[in-house]
């Protein structure tokens, strides 16, 4: 880790101007193949403009894994190693690096922290809580949540499931699921973050005495899950249900199903990000 600290420590920082100059090449890069099969461009300056994104990416990543160190800093004693934090922030950081918009004229510091945080919280998450719960269904908790206190401050009264599917934008069935897992989850806040804007209610069942209120799912709901896992790749389906026990099992780490299914840890990880994305839009379609 001093040896990790000493090297980034040592990258330059990069100014506004450079901090612009290179996204704008990362930007374009994007546009490239579009740009290459209309014949606009020759595949000789595709390659270029790959090339200098690709530089142009490395640069800003070394340049700004301090700011990733500083704000893991922020998360230690939550149940993660520093060097697990780093590693989830500077995930965050990679994110930050294709989707910044140097037209914006903001820093990109400030854009970048954003994404390293949510990587990290979403890791405390996956990581850390006794109750396993998805990361697309934590979200959709928080966004119940907030509007269940809205509508309450706005008429006073508890609301209807109607009422929260209108103010949600959502389906009566998908609130029913939400409200469901908020049900299954509820206790006393867990903060995720140093200033407690990232809250998180959790249960642990009492395994003698299970009661149907106490299942984080119906039957129905399985059916559901069931249907949603059937909509994406069989591996990362298997993925999944490793990782969260829906087989009746018990949860395993990203390190455990890599040695399962002859993965490495990271690739495990890349996969499941990429099934929990596809599992909330096809749960968006449904």
């Known amino acids: 880790m001093q040896h990790y600290l000493k090297q980034i420590d040592e990258a330059p920082l990069l100014t506004a101007q450079e901090e612009q100059e290179l996204g704008r090449a990362i930007q374009y890069a994007l546009k490239v ?24 990416r490395d640069r800003m990543i070394l340049s700004n894994l ?31 690096v294709e989707g910044y918009d140097p037209t914006m004229e903001t820093r990109f510091s400030t854009y970048a922290s954003w994404w390293i945080k949510q990587a990290i919280k979403r890791a405390l998450i996956n990581s850390v809580q006794p109750v396993h719960i998805p ?56 903060s995720g973050s140093a200033d407690g804007s990232f809250g998180l209610n959790e249960l642990l069942a009492d395994q003698k005495t299970p009661s149907p209120q106490d299942s984080a799912f119906s039957n129905a709901d399985a059916e559901v899950i069931s249907k949603l896992l059937s909509k994406i790749d069989e591996r990362e389906a298997t993925i999944l249900k490793l990782r969260y026990g829906l087989d009746n099992q018990e949860p395993m780490t990203l390190k455990q199903i890599g040695v399962k299914v002859g993965l490495t840890r990271e690739r495990v990880r890349q996969l499941e990000r990429e099934a929990l994305v596809k599992l909330r839009e096809a749960l968006n379609e449904m």
């Open 135 to 190: 990361a697309y269904m934590v979200a959709m908790i928080a966004d119940w949540k907030k509007a269940l206190t809205e509508l309450e401050q706005k008429h006073g009264k508890q609301p209807t499931l109607q009422e929260m599917a209108r103010h949600m934008n959502l389906t009566e069935r998908k609130v029913r699921i939400i409200r469901r897992a908020v049900k299954a989850f509820s206790a006393p806040t867990q």
């Open 33 to 56: 193949p579009a740009l290459f099969q209309q014949h606009e461009i020759t595949l000789k300056q595709k390659e270029e403009a790959e090339l200098t994104a690709a530089r142009a």
């Open 66 to 96: 301090r700011l990733v160190v500083n704000i893991a800093k922020n998360y230690l004693n939550r149940g993660l190693a520093l060097a697990d934090l780093i590693e989830e922030g500077n995930i965050g950081l990679l994110r930050g």
